[in-house]
């Protein structure tokens, strides 16, 4: 597993871990500066994106994302995922892509997939 197959998984499992953890966790996957945008929202910094991850638990709870695909380059990043119900199911699939800095996420882009 690459160092930045591992990064996304970590990044993932940031969006369903428990609220109290949620921004110690998401630190260590990105920047302090993180960018976040998707078709519904566009946040800055970790505490911005943490409670954006909130929301999203609360929307969604029992719901988790699973990491299918990773491809990089340049301190460039894309990530195919899932995102998965209660028992496990598929309820919506994307990509993200993201820019690295330091090892970690900086600019991150999320896109839904059509059903």
Do not use: K, N
Request: glycine content about 12%; aromatic content about 10%; proline content about 3%.
């Amino acid at each position: 597993m690459s160092d930045s197959q591992q990064l996304w998984m970590d990044y993932a499992a940031c969006w369903s871990a428990d609220a109290g953890e949620r921004l110690a966790a998401l630190g260590e996957v990105a920047v302090e500066d993180v960018a976040y945008r998707d078709p519904g929202t566009e946040v800055a910094g970790l505490a911005g994106l943490a409670g954006y991850m909130a929301g999203f638990a609360g929307a969604f709870p029992g719901h988790r994302f699973r990491i299918d695909e990773v491809l990089e380059h340049h301190d460039r990043s894309l990530a195919r995922w899932t995102q998965l119900g209660e028992q496990g199911e598929p309820a919506m699939a994307g990509v993200s892509t993201a820019l690295h800095r330091d090892g970690r996420l900086a600019d991150i882009t999320g896109f839904f997939l059509p059903a």
